[in-house]
């Protein structure tokens, strides 16, 4: 499956951005997809997936950050709101048919990635 991530941009401190993923190539219906993040000095870190109709979230983003999926349009989404400079990095969407429960916060355990998007939150 093929993805493509936009919607990245610059904005305030305490603004929000939403960012899509649009997969393509194959249907993605039961696929776990998500949210990773990388700057220059991080590997890239967990952000949001979900899998099975479930979501999860890394800590850092619990309660500010939204994942949704339309399956219709083989679509995810990341809305982003009281955006801090720390969440300033790359973020990248990925996807995979076969990631067990225990894995879905690894990077390494999707198969798919889309190119990524610039996210810079100004102070």
């Known amino acids: 499956v093929q993805l493509q991530a936009s919607g990245g941009g610059l904005v305030q401190a305490g603004g929000s951005l939403r960012l899509s993923c649009i997969a393509s190539?194959?249907?993605?219906?039961?696929?776990?997809m998500g949210w990773f993040r990388q700057t220059p000095e991080k590997e890239r870190e967990f952000v949001a997936v979900?899998?099975?109709?479930?979501?999860y979230y890394a800590d850092s983003v619990k309660g500010r950050f939204t994942i949704s999926r339309d399956n219709a349009r083989s679509t995810v989404y990341l809305q982003m709101n009281l955006l801090k400079p720390e969440d300033t990095a790359v973020y990248y969407c990925?996807?995979?048919?076969?990631?067990?429960?225990?894995?879905?916060?690894?990077?390494?355990?999707?198969?798919?990635w889309g190119q990524g998007t610039q996210l810079t939150v100004s102070s």
């Open positions: 190539g194959r249907p993605t219906y039961g696929y776990t």
């Open positions: 990925a996807a995979a048919n076969d990631v067990i429960l225990s894995r879905i916060r690894i990077a390494q355990a999707y198969k798919s």
């Open positions: 979900m899998r099975s109709g479930y979501t």
